[in-house]
């Protein structure tokens, strides 16, 4: 349908980015589902391309008024969502349809300025030659491969390549992209692009990062975004390393390096997660996220979570924790009794404590282990039901009965219920 309005306004419809190179990876014979399609209308008249994306997509909300449409109207973009059995939390198909553009970048790491132009130019601003070619859904044409920057071959190649070599300067994420496809697809980044990745590392990107978070947020979040993609991923440790034999941690924050230690850490808390997590409360990307944070020194970590827009939780706790963890080393191991330990743990939640033991794994872990395999089970052989059925008047005074009975039942007193 939109392919077919756009060629009554004489405009060209293209399938672009990643969609295009997923289409030409796939094996012919396997179901390919597409659940994020990038659209890109071009004409012949640029004053008439300009809202061209939106007015195509506007088209289809008319006749499909079950899907939801938002208008960035700044980058002359829109977007149509297909909500899965009317769950409106679940999208199960999500269009982005763009208007032929160019940009051009006001300064390193900005968002880009955009202006009308046409799908080469289009094209050439995306990240690698791979994401870079089109298939043109409008006749004449149609079905037609746009491929000017070698995409193709690089396909074949198996090749992560950018199209210039700004790329990186212009946009450090595409730094965590270039990793994220490599290991995903199985692909090798070209050695020139290597090369790009270092200069922009070299010329101080990073620092540009961290400090320029008011003027740029845009960036800490796509960072965040990448972030996400890369450690919720089933390759996060490849990824992980291949970021950090590049040097490209430093963009989160110039001492951030990998180390053996490190490694067990981040492995430690993932199997705890699986381990402990019954209710999948944790967001397990995040809790690896606030494990390279916690490397950090100690006045920086909760800084840079913060500038990542992590969650507040997160931030609090990487501000906390180095007290915490002073406080814990000491009187975790001087306690007596299951009970006092308990005591100390029960105020915490499930994250703090998988963090701590995944950083301490002895004395702190060995006992937070036993805690949570053991003694958060326990239960006082009565509870406020069977108080009052032996006629105690409910009230305060119900609380310190039943702490006495929860503690006399962990050091093995009275038995457990
Ligand atoms: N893109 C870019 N630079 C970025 C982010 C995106 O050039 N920093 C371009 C690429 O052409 C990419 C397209 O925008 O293909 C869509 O971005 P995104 O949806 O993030 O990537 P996909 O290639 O679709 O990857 P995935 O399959 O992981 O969704």
């Known amino acids: 349908q939109m392919a077919h309005q756009a060629e009554r306004q004489g405009w060209h419809l293209y399938l672009v980015g990643g969609a295009v190179r997923d289409v030409l990876l796939a094996d012919s014979s396997a179901e390919l589902a597409l659940t ?23 088209g289809i909300k008319h006749s499909h008024p079950e899907v939801d449409l938002q208008v960035y109207g700044r980058f002359q973009t829109a977007a149509l969502v297909w909500h899965r059995d009317g769950d409106s939390s679940l999208a199960s198909l999500m269009i982005d349809i763009a208007t032929a553009r160019t940009e051009f970048y006001p300064y390193p790491a900005a968002n880009p300025e955009v202006e009308a132009s046409s799908i ?46 700004n790329s990186f300067i212009e946009d450090p994420t595409r730094i965590y992209r270039a990793v994220r ?17 270092h200069h922009a590392l070299d010329s101080g990107i990073y620092t540009q990062m961290q400090q ?33 034999k590049l040097g490209a941690l430093k963009c989160l924050h110039s ?4 180390s053996e230690r490190l490694w067990h850490q981040l492995r430690r808390v993932s199997r705890w997660i699986q381990r402990f997590d019954f209710e999948h409360h944790l967001v397990p990307w995040q809790m690896r996220l606030e494990v390279l944070l916690a490397e950090l020194p100690k006045s920086e970590r909760s800084r840079v979570a913060k500038n990542l827009q992590l969650p507040q939780p997160t931030i609090d706790r990487l501000a906390h924790l180095d007290h915490l963890e002073s406080d814990w080393r000491q009187t975790l191991p001087a306690c007596q009794t299951p009970s006092q330990i308990v005591q100390q743990l029960r105020r915490h939640d499930l994250a703090t404590l998988l963090l701590v033991s995944a950083r301490h794994p002895r004395p702190l872990g060995q006992i937070i282990w036993r805690y949570l395999t053991h003694w958060a089970e326990v239960r006082p052989p009565l509870n406020g039901h069977d108080l009052k059925q032996l006629g105690y008047r409910p009230g305060p005074r119900y609380r310190q009965i039943l702490a006495a009975l929860l503690a006399a039942t962990l050091d093995g007193h009275i038995q457990s219920r």
Not at 121 to 128: A, G, I, M, P, V
Request: a neutral charge; one cysteine or more; charged letters at 20%.
């Open 120 to 165: 080469r130019q289009d094209l050439y601003r995306r990240d690698f030659t791979i994401n870079a070619m089109a298939i043109r859904l409008t006749q004449p044409g149609a079905g037609l491969l746009l491929d000017f920057f070698g995409g193709w071959v690089d396909l074949h190649h198996r090749c992560v390549r950018v199209l210039h070599a």
């Open 36 to 58: 994020d399609i990038d659209l890109v209308v071009d004409g012949f008249y640029q004053a008439a391309q300009v809202g061209a994306g939106v007015s195509l997509a506007q």
């Open 212 to 244: 320029q978070v008011a003027k740029v947020p845009a960036l800490q979040t796509r960072l965040k975004n990448e972030l996400k993609y890369i450690l919720e991923a089933a390759y996060w440790q490849p990824a992980l390393g291949l970021l950090d």
């Open 255 to 258: 001492q951030l390096a990998m």
């Open 181 to 197: 496809f490599a290991v995903r697809l199985a692909f090798q980044i070209d050695p020139q692009t290597e090369g790009f990745i």
